[in-house]
C-alpha cells in the first residue's frame, strides 16, 4: 500500500466538517516488522501538535491485515493509560464506546477519528459513522496514542507532526 503524499485527497468524511484540513504527516506502525496500518494526520493551518488537545483534527489509520475491533479497543485503553491516569469506571465506560467504534478490520479498511477541537469525538468505518462522544478527557488520551510526548510509538508521532529527521 502507498504513502500518502501532500496530493492525497481530503477523506470524505472531512469534506464539510474539516474542509480546510490538509495532510500534516503521515508514518506507519509495524509490529515485529510488519506493517499494521498507515496513520495519516488531516489539520488545519495554525495546527500546534503540542497542544493537539485544543485544535481540531482528523487521525485516520488505513489497515494492512486483519485485527480484532475488541482487541483494537482494548490495546487504546491500555495505550491511553501511558498518557494519563482514570479510574476503572472510566476505562470500562471508554472500552464500551471504543467496542462500538471499532469493528473488526481487514486490509484497505480505514478508521478515522475526528476532533472538533472542543472535546467531541466522532468514529468512521470506510466512511460510516460508528460512534461519538463529547468527553474532553477521552479525546486528549485518546488521541494522546499518537500525539503525546508519552506515547509508546515516538518515530509514529514524529512523522504525523512533520517532525522526521
Known amino acids: 500500500m502507498p ?28 509490529f ?3 506493517r499494521v496500518y498507515e496513520a495519516r494526520l488531516w489539520a488545519p493551518p ?13 487521525l485516520e489509520l488505513i489497515y494492512d491485515r486483519r485485527l480484532d475491533g475488541q482487541a483494537i479497543a482494548e490495546r487504546s485503553v491500555a ?4 498518557i494519563g ?9 471508554w472500552l464500551a464506546l471504543m467496542t ?22 466522532r468514529f468512521f468505518h470506510n466512511g460510516r459513522l460508528t460512534a461519538q462522544t ?3 478527557e477521552y479525546a486528549r ?8 510526548r508519552q506515547t509508546s510509538a515516538t518515530a509514529l508521532r514524529e512523522a504525523l507532526l512533520g517532525q522526521q529527521r
Open 134 to 136: 463529547a468527553d474532553p
Open 3 to 30: 504513502n500518502a503524499t501532500a496530493d492525497t485527497p481530503l477523506p470524505t468524511e472531512l469534506r464539510e466538517t474539516l474542509p480546510e484540513a490538509r495532510l500534516k504527516g503521515t508514518g506507519v506502525l509495524r
Open 100 to 121: 462500538r467504534a471499532f469493528p473488526d478490520v481487514a486490509a484497505t479498511d480505514r478508521l478515522l477519528g475526528l476532533h472538533d477541537g472542543r472535546g467531541e469525538v
Open 79 to 82: 495505550e491511553m493509560r501511558r
Open 46 to 58: 495554525g495546527f500546534d501538535g503540542e497542544d493537539y488537545a485544543r485544535h481540531p483534527f482528523a
Open 32 to 34: 515485529f516488522g510488519l
Open 85 to 93: 491516569s482514570f479510574d476503572e469506571a472510566q476505562g470500562k465506560r
Open 141 to 148: 488520551l485518546f488521541f494522546g496514542i499518537w500525539l503525546a
